[in-house]
C-alpha cells in the first residue's frame, strides 16, 4: 500500500513537472511566434531595406578631370589610366608592416613608397583606401592576383591619373592636382558642394588647377553594385553615368612660353607678355620651373627637399607674388603724370650736370659728367636719371600715387590665379597706415626723390608691370589680365569667354600717349636697346631699367664684380610690339641681371621675332648665373625715418642712378 502511495506521489511530480515543461515549452514557441512576427511583419519594410542595403553597395563614380590645353590645342594636362596597389589599413589582418613586406615580395615596393605611404595615413582616415603603389605593369597585377586570397584589404584598382606632358614648362600656371588631405576634406566638408566629391581622391592644389577646380573636377556618378556576402562585387544593377570636367582653353602661347623659358636658361627672373586688345595672358615665364608630375602621388622628400631648400626658389610663383623695384621701366609712366599733369611740355628741357642735389643728398646720374641739355623725347630715350630726379620732386609723391594707381601699379590685377600679391605703391597715406612712430609715419621730401626713377619705395610685380604696358600700349583702356581664354563644356563642347569686355578706361589724352609712344620707340631706334633691336623687321617701343637691390657707401661706384652675386642689380625691359598696331605688350625681369640692354632685352628680342615673324631661335643664349630670389629687392627700408629732409635710393648721403 504504501508502495503505491509512493508511486502515486512519484507520477503526480511528474505529470507537474511534465506540465510545467510543456507550459515552459509553449511559452518559448509563444516568444518565438511573437518574435517572428514582430520581425516578419512589423519590421518587414526595414530589415529588408538593410537586407538590400547589404546586398547592393552605392559606389561612387569619379568623373574625367577637365583637359587644358594653349590657345592652339596643345595639351598642358590630361588624364590616363593605369593600376595601383591599394590598402585598407582598417581592414588588414596583421601587422601593417608585416603586410608591406609581403606585397613586396610580388610587387616592387621602394622605401620611397612606404614613406609617402605612410605619410598618407597621417593626413587621411585609416579606413580609407590608399595607394601604397601606382601605374603597376601587367606581369605585377597578375602576380598579386594569383595572390590576392592572401591579403584581405588589399585591392588593385584601375584608377585616372593627372600627367602634365609638357613637364616643367609652364608649370606655374598649370599647377598640379594632389591627394586630398585632412584639411582638403574639412574644407569639402563646410562646403555646398560636398556631395559632388565622394569618391574623389584628388583635387587641386596650385595653379589653374586649383583656382578652376571646379570646373576641371566634373559631376561624380553612381553604381548600384550587388556585392556577395564576402564583400565581392558580382554585377552591377543601376548606373548613373558621371559628367566630364570642363576643359580649359588658355590663352597662352605654349611654344612662345618654351621659347622665352629656353632663353632665360638657368638666370632667375619673370616675364609676362599681354595681348593689350583683348588681356590674354600669351606667355607667364617664372625661372626657374618644376616638374608638377613629382606632385600628383605624393612628392618624395628628396625631391622636395631639393625644390624647397634650393636658394632659386624654384617654387616660388615670380609674376605673381615676386616685387620688384621698376627701375628706368617707370620713366615713360612718369613722363606721361607730367604730360598729364600739366608739370612739364615735351620741348621744356633742363640741364644735366651728371647728378641732382637735393638738401645735404647728391643724387648721382649713371652718366659721370650727364647728358646735357635733356627734354622729354631725350630723358626717355637715353633714360636720363637726373631729368626724372626733378620731375618726382616737381609732381610730389601723392600725385605720382593717384595718377599711377588706375594703371594697375601696387594693385592686385584680379588675374585667375590664387595668391596674387598687391606691391607698393607709396603715397602719405600709405605711410602714415605702415609705421606706427610719429617720426616714421611722416613722409620726407627727399623720399620722393628716387621715386622718379623707379626706385625707393616702389615695388611691383612683374605681372603689374607688363599689365601697366598693356594699358599704355592699348591708349588707357584696361583689360583685365586672364589666363583662360576659354571655358569648354565637357559634354556640350559649348564655349564661354572669360573676359568678353573692357574694365574701364583712363582718362588720357591721345596726343600724350602718342608722344610717350614715340619716344619709347625711340628707345629701340636710337636709344639703350637700339643695338638689340637692330633689323628686327618689325618696330617696337621699349624701355631699359635697371634695379638697385642693396645700396652702397657714400662715394663709392658701383661695380658689379665687387658685389655679391645676389646683390647685384635687377635687370628690366618692358616692350610693345608692333609700334603702330600692339598686339603684345611685354615685362621682364631677371634678377641680378645687370644693366637692362644686357639680360633682358636680348629675351624680349627673342619672344617678339616668334611671336610677330615666326622666327625660332637657334639655340638658348648661354645664361650666366646671375640670379636671386624673387624676395629680394631695393631696400626701401634703408630710406625711412632716418634720412629727415632728404633721401635717396641708397643710403649714404649719395644716390647712384638707374643705369640702362
Not at 15 to 35: D, H, P, T, W
Amino acid at each position: 500500500m504504501t508502495e503505491f502511495k509512493n508511486t502515486e506521489r512519484e507520477l503526480h511530480f511528474f505529470r507537474l513537472r511534465l506540465s510545467a515543461v510543456g507550459i515552459f515549452v509553449f511559452v518559448c514557441f509563444g516568444m518565438l511566434f511573437a518574435r517572428f512576427l514582430w520581425l516578419q511583419v512589423y519590421k518587414h519594410a526595414d530589415y529588408a531595406a538593410q537586407a538590400e542595403d547589404n546586398r547592393i553597395s552605392i559606389v561612387p563614380v569619379v568623373p574625367n578631370r577637365g583637359l587644358i590645353v594653349d590657345r592652339n590645342g596643345v595639351i598642358l594636362a590630361r588624364n590616363f589610366s593605369a593600376y595601383t596597389l591599394e590598402i585598407t589599413p582598417s581592414k588588414i589582418r596583421g601587422e601593417l608592416d608585416a603586410v608591406i613586406d609581403d606585397l613586396a615580395t610580388l610587387v616592387d615596393i621602394q622605401p620611397k613608397d612606404r614613406k609617402r605611404f605612410r605619410r598618407q595615413i597621417e593626413e587621411t582616415k585609416n579606413f580609407e583606401s590608399l595607394p601604397i603603389r601606382t601605374r603597376l605593369t601587367d606581369e605585377e597585377v597578375a602576380r598579386f592576383t594569383a595572390q590576392r586570397f592572401r591579403f584581405p584589404g588589399v585591392e588593385i584598382q584601375a584608377r585616372l591619373f593627372r600627367q602634365y606632358p609638357l613637364g616643367s614648362v609652364a608649370s606655374h600656371v598649370v599647377g598640379f592636382i594632389g591627394r586630398v588631405s585632412q584639411s582638403d576634406s574639412d574644407r569639402i566638408d563646410e562646403s555646398d558642394d560636398a556631395a559632388n566629391y565622394n569618391g574623389t581622391n584628388y583635387i587641386g592644389k596650385e595653379g589653374l588647377e586649383k583656382s578652376y577646380e571646379k570646373q576641371l573636377h566634373g559631376t561624380t556618378g553612381y553604381e548600384e553594385v550587388e556585392v556577395s556576402a564576402g564583400g565581392r562585387a558580382v554585377r552591377t544593377v543601376a548606373r548613373t553615368p558621371a559628367s566630364p570636367g570642363n576643359n580649359l582653353i588658355l590663352s597662352i602661347d605654349i611654344e612662345l612660353q618654351r621659347i622665352v623659358e629656353q632663353a632665360f636658361g638657368d638666370r632667375r627672373g619673370a616675364l609676362v607678355a599681354i595681348e593689350p586688345a583683348t588681356g590674354d595672358v600669351l606667355a607667364y615665364v617664372s625661372m626657374p620651373t618644376f616638374d608638377p608630375n613629382l606632385f600628383v602621388e605624393g612628392i618624395d622628400q628628396q625631391s622636395w627637399d631639393e625644390l624647397n631648400n634650393s636658394p632659386d626658389k624654384p617654387l616660388v610663383n615670380r609674376p605673381l607674388s615676386g616685387n620688384y623695384p621698376p627701375g628706368s621701366t617707370y620713366k615713360p609712366f612718369m613722363a606721361l603724370a607730367a604730360l598729364e599733369l600739366g608739370k612739364r611740355t615735351p620741348q621744356q628741357a633742363i640741364h644735366d650736370p651728371g647728378f641732382f642735389v637735393f638738401g645735404n643728398h647728391r643724387f648721382r646720374d649713371d652718366k659721370e659728367g650727364g647728358h646735357g641739355t635733356v627734354d622729354m623725347y631725350r630723358s626717355i630715350v637715353q633714360s636720363c636719371d637726373t631729368y626724372y630726379y626733378m620731375l618726382a620732386n616737381d609732381l610730389g609723391v601723392d600725385a605720382i600715387h593717384d595718377f599711377m594707381k588706375p594703371f594697375g601699379f601696387g594693385e592686385k590685377t584680379g588675374i585667375d590665379l590664387e595668391h596674387e600679391r598687391g606691391g607698393l605703391l607709396p603715397s602719405t597715406a600709405w605711410k602714415r597706415a605702415a609705421y606706427r612712430k610719429p617720426e616714421q609715419q611722416k613722409w620726407y621730401a627727399g623720399e620722393t626723390i628716387s621715386l622718379g626713377i623707379g626706385q625707393g619705395y616702389n615695388a611691383f610685380s612683374p605681372l603689374q608691370l607688363a599689365h601697366a604696358v598693356a594699358n599704355l600700349a592699348n591708349n588707357g583702356v584696361v583689360m583685365k589680365p586672364h589666363l583662360v581664354r576659354t571655358i569648354e563644356d565637357g559634354v556640350t563642347r559649348e564655349q564661354t569667354k572669360t573676359v568678353p569686355k573692357e574694365s574701364y578706361r583712363i582718362p588720357l589724352k591721345q596726343e600724350n600717349i602718342d608722344f610717350i609712344k614715340n619716344a619709347m620707340v625711340g628707345v629701340t631706334k636710337e636709344g639703350t636697346s637700339a643695338s638689340i633691336f637692330a633689323n628686327a623687321g618689325y618696330v617696337s617701343g621699349g624701355k631699359t631699367g635697371t634695379a638697385q637691390v642693396v645700396g652702397i657707401k657714400k662715394n663709392e661706384k658701383y661695380n658689379a664684380k665687387n658685389v655679391a652675386e645676389r646683390h647685384r642689380d635687377h635687370s628690366l625691359y618692358t616692350a610693345f610690339a608692333p609700334a603702330d598696331n600692339p598686339k603684345i605688350a611685354i615685362a621682364i625681369v631677371v634678377e641680378n641681371g645687370g644693366f637692362g640692354a644686357a639680360a633682358a632685352a636680348p629675351i624680349v628680342r627673342a619672344a617678339l621675332d616668334y611671336y610677330l615673324l615666326g622666327k625660332r631661335p637657334p639655340q638658348a643664349p648661354k645664361a650666366p648665373a646671375d640670379a636671386v630670389d624673387a624676395g629680394s629687392q631695393h631696400p626701401a627700408a634703408a630710406l625711412k625715418a632716418d634720412e629727415q629732409s632728404a633721401g635717396g635710393p641708397r643710403p649714404g648721403g649719395e644716390s647712384e642712378g638707374n643705369v640702362d
